[in-house]
């Protein structure tokens, strides 16, 4: 079993920036690639970033490429996702996950454990 915890969110006002945690306990070492994933009300949960956890390479969603910086502390076990000039449209559930055998990074199905979520509001 994979444990996550998250860690981070709050309220925010439009440009500003936050740092999301995301604390991985249990298995780790079954641990393929790890993602961040959002959900506003109403929405679908969408793909935000992910990161391998062997060898590091990245992925962003498009609306957050270039604000938003996915990395990893191997040694702590967490992973964390940098938000910066945030917008009004990033508020949602944002969740981490593990995906434990490699499956395609911007699809949710693919991914075997998650975290409880962090509520992340930005205020115009």
């Known amino acids: 079993q994979v444990q996550l915890v998250e860690s981070g969110g709050g309220l925010v006002q439009t440009g500003d920036s936050l740092r999301l945690s995301c604390a991985v306990s249990?298995?780790?070492?079954?641990?393929?690639?790890m993602g961040w994933f959002r959900q506003a009300p109403g929405k679908d949960r969408e793909f935000v970033a992910a990161?391998?956890?062997?060898?590091?390479?990245?992925y962003y969603a498009d609306s957050v490429r270039g604000r938003f910086t996915i990395s990893r502390d191997n040694a702590k076990n967490t992973v964390y996702l940098q938000m910066n000039s945030l917008k009004p449209e990033d508020t949602a559930v944002y969740y981490c996950?593990?995906?434990?055998?490699?499956?395609?990074?911007?699809?949710?199905?693919?991914?075997?454990?998650w975290g409880q979520g962090t509520q992340v509001t930005v205020s115009s």
């Open positions: 996950a593990v995906d434990r055998w490699g499956g395609s990074y911007y699809n949710a199905r693919d991914y075997d454990y």
């Open positions: 249990g298995r780790t070492f079954s641990t393929y690639t």
């Open positions: 990161i391998r956890w062997s060898g590091g390479a990245t």
